[in-house]
């Protein structure tokens, strides 16, 4: 009597590696700012729309998924020597960011809430306000309200003919935030 064969495996067999991944997917969705589809994201990678559902779920985890790849990229301002120049430091590197990426502000609009990179670069920024001096209920606020004012300035410039938006606009609104910054 012959010894008892081993049953036949029943692993399937690995299946065609995938296309694409979110990395892709994050940087075709930044290239299609201006039309944020799931159809011209697709197009852009070379397949079809519901490859993209093995990612991410929908329009909205598009538009996370593109913030993600340009905070990724966002080059954080150093710490600087006193609250007010890191706050504008920080104003600076947001409407930078916003205009590397067009359309960029207009997809932050249409979230239902911060994205969750978002979220932690202005909680870094917190500490950041925090080891300065900057008293907590300040240093939670005012980086919220220099990016609400880079996101102001970076959507006024880019819809305003060119030279016609005041460059001191920025600066002249962040100074008022600045002027009720305590421990700054």
């Not at 598009?62 to 966002?74: F, K, M, S």
């Not at 430091?89 to 916003?98: E, I, T």
């Not at 994205?115 to 202005?122: D, K, L, N, V």
Request: charged share 25%; glycine share 6%.
């Amino acid at each position: 009597m012959s010894p008892p064969k081993d049953p036949p495996s029943r692993r399937r067999p690995a299946g065609r590696p995938p296309l694409i991944d979110r990395a892709m997917i994050g940087d075709a969705a930044l290239a299609e700012l201006g039309n944020l589809t799931l159809v011209a994201v697709a197009r852009r990678l070379g397949v079809a729309k519901s490859a993209l559902y093995h990612h991410i779920d929908g329009r909205d985890g598009l538009a996370l998924i593109a913030v993600d790849r340009a905070l990724d990229a966002w080059q954080r301002p150093e710490p600087a020597a006193s609250a007010a120049a890191f706050l504008a430091d920080l104003a600076a590197s947001l409407v930078r960011c916003l205009e590397d990426h067009p359309g960029l502000d207009n997809v932050l609009l249409e979230l239902h809430a911060p994205p969750p990179t978002m979220i932690e670069a202005m909680i870094w920024a917190e500490h950041v306000l925090l080891d300065l001096g900057v008293h907590p209920v300040d240093a939670a606020t005012a980086p919220d309200l220099a990016a609400i004012l880079a996101h102001e300035d970076a959507r006024h410039r880019r819809a305003s003919p060119p030279g016609q938006w005041p460059e001191s606009w920025l600066e002249d609104r962040l100074g008022f935030v600045l002027r009720g910054l305590r421990g700054a």
